[in-house]
C-alpha cells in the first residue's frame, strides 16, 4: 500500500486546495497561493500531507508563532474518514511542533463542527477560556498598502 506521510510542498497546491475545498476549509479570507507559499517557507518541516495510490487525501500545516504551536487546516477527504489518516497526520504535526520547543498547540475550530471538535478532544486537546477575535482588512486596505 502507497499510504504514507510526506512533507507538502508547493508543487501539492492544487490537490492540497481540493481537500480543503471539499472540507470547506478553503477559500478563506487572506489565504490563496501566496499565502499557502508562505506557510510553507515558513513551517516546512510541518506541513504535511498523506498520500494514498499517488494522491493526495490528507492534510495539515502544523505552525509555530515562537510562543505556540498551531495546527490549521487538518482536513482528510471524505471518502477516506474513519480510517486514522487524520490522527496520523495530526500526530505527526504535533511531533515536529514538540521537537521545535512549542510547549502548547492551539487550534480553532468553527462552533458548529461538532465532528472535528470530538475528534480533538479525544486526542487530548481541550476547550480554551480563551474567545478568538478577528479583525479583517478589506482587499481595498492589502492594495493600499502594498503600493503606499
Known sequence: MDDRISQMTVADFE?????????????HVGEDRDWFERALARNPDSALVWRQEGKIVGTVIGAWDGLRGWIYHLAVLKAHRNRGIGGELLGAAEDRLWRLGVRQINLMVYEENDFAKAFYLRRGYEHSPAKVLRKRRSGADRQNAASG
Request: charged share 30%.
Open 15 to 27: 490537490e492540497v486546495a481540493s481537500v480543503w475545498e471539499e472540507a470547506e476549509l478553503w477559500p
